[in-house]
């Protein structure tokens, strides 16, 4: 009983979420890269006080972006009417 309830209730995973999982892994890996390539060159040669600072902020600069990925993938897709 408990199960065809569950059942029931399944909605299968929308394009939306496909595209925007797709979109957060081209995110991280891209992200990845270029942040690698901006610690080895710019970050390195900045003063020993600031690096800290700098990698923190490099590190968590991806969220915001993958954040607007979230949103967009749980808004809810246009509903054919009727």
Same mark, same amino acid.
């Given at each position: 009983?408990? $199960? ?17 999982? %797709?979109?957060?892994?081209? %995110? ?25 600072? %700098? ?8 969220? $915001? ?18």
């Amino acid at each position: 009983m408990e $199960f065809e309830i569950m059942a029931q209730d399944y909605k299968a995973p929308s394009l939306r979420k496909l595209v925007g999982s %797709l979109a957060m892994l081209v %995110l991280v890996v891209v992200y990845a890269l270029l942040a690698m390539a901006l610690a080895e060159g710019r970050i390195t040669d900045a003063p020993a006080w600031l690096q800290p600072i %700098l990698y923190a902020i490099l590190g968590l600069a991806w969220v $915001f972006p993958a954040m607007l990925i979230i949103k967009w993938m749980e808004k809810p897709g246009n509903k054919p009417k009727g």
